[in-house]
């Protein structure tokens, strides 16, 4: 999985899968959009407005929590804003 940040268009992006193949990509609002591949498998989450919704909750920080143990990890994410 991995996240990133383009500050240039402040959009973020959340690839769940590293193969490159062709996407449906449903427009859920005016700042989120999910990617789908033909067999139905969410490929990626597209946030626009990305700032507003990466650093305005958890004050620029990714939450990683497990459930299950309870383990947090937190990874400061740095706004341009």
């Given amino acids: 999985m991995k996240l990133t940040y383009d500050q240039r268009y402040n959009i973020a992006y959340l690839r769940f ?9 449903i427009k859920v609002s005016d700042e989120l959009n999910i990617d ?3 067999d139905g498998t969410v490929y ?3 946030l626009l407005n990305a700032n507003k919704q990466l650093w305005e909750e958890d004050e ?9 143990t309870g383990k947090r990890v937190e990874i ?3 706004s341009t804003t």
Avoid: M, Q, R, Y
């Fill in 17 to 25: 899968h590293e193969s490159n193949v062709e996407v449906d990509t």
């Fill in 36 to 38: 789908l591949t033909p």
């Fill in 44 to 46: 990626g989450i597209e």
């Fill in 60 to 68: 620029g920080k990714l939450l990683v929590i497990d459930d299950a």
């Fill in 76 to 78: 400061p994410i740095h």
